[in-house]
């Protein structure tokens, strides 16, 4: 990717679905699911909201010493006066994620602000506050992606039939635990909070918002498989069972038995064809 220098004012706008260049049956699609997913995380990002709220007061009703407990009153304060605008920017950041799934160089790291192509202005090291935040989300997104990895399989395959490409893996399927996590870093901003709520904020999001995940992508599948996306899409248990290893054995020696892998005949193979929308 090319590396070019970013004038001020010049950032692009974040893409949406009505914006970006996707056949028409699959944009139709793209806004079934994004209905979908935007009325599921707003209702759970409210909630956790609310939750965070209630542990903010805890912690400045318990706290030791009167500057702890004024540090945590102005962050509750700071919350309650911004926290109108993290949905609304949690979920453009969800959709740019959705409307950019036939890009090639879709980038890992999907703002709420538009794509960028790197910049030698923004060049920084990386600092402890940043570490902090990825180790906090990448642990919630793999033990979410372990909890649903079926679900997610299964996705994997749709959105690869919905971009003409290969399957997603989880980094990349824009609806996937990394992905929302990562949507939820680039939204908190609007909060104007410190490390310490912001990571307290990303540990509620993991029991109150996370915690509906597998049902989700189970949903998620449900609504793909109604629009016609590999709609006979299962998943193929292998069944090993014993066979003989040579037919003509002599009845009095035992027989000996190799384990011979073979699909369950009740669920047929599968040919997925990529260029289908």
Known sequence: ?????DLPGTHSPPPTLASANLP????????????LVSDEMARHLSQML?????QLFRLADH????????????????????????????????????????????????????????????LALVDDES?????????????????????????????GVLAGQPAFDAERLPVGPQMLGRVLRDACNSLQIGLEARLLLFRTFDRVVMGHYTQMAETMNA???????????AYVPIRVRPVLQNPK?????????????????????????????
């Not at 570490?131 to 994997?156: K, T």
């Not at 609504?223 to 899409?233: A, K, M, Q, T, V």
């Not at 009845?251 to 193979?269: F, G, Q, Y």
């Not at 599968?270 to 929308?277: A, G, I, K, Q, R």
Request: glycine share 4%; net charge positive; proline share 7%.
């Open 1 to 5: 990717m090319p590396v070019s220098f």
């Open 24 to 35: 028409r049956r699959v944009r139709r699609v793209m806004e079934h699911l994004l209905s």
């Open 50 to 54: 609310n939750e965070l709220e209630q």
């Open 63 to 122: 706290a030791r010493n009167p500057g702890q407990q004024a540090q945590h009153m102005e962050t509750l304060r700071t919350l309650r006066l911004n926290r109108a605008d993290l949905v609304p920017r949690y979920l453009i950041g969800l959709e740019s994620a959705l409307a950019v799934i036939r890009d090639p160089k879709t980038p890992t790291r999907i703002g709420v602000t538009g794509t960028h192509t790197p910049s030698f202005r923004n």
């Open 131 to 159: 570490m902090d935040e990825d180790s906090v989300l990448r642990d919630i997104a793999l033990r979410h992606e372990s909890r649903a990895s079926l679900a997610l399989h299964l996705l994997g395959q749709r959105f």
């Open 223 to 233: 609504l793909l498989e109604r629009d016609g996306i590999l709609p006979s899409l």
């Open 249 to 277: 054995h002599d009845p009095a020696k035992p027989v000996r038995r190799e384990p011979r892998v073979e699909r369950d005949r009740e669920h047929p193979a599968l040919v997925l064809d990529v260029n289908v929308l």
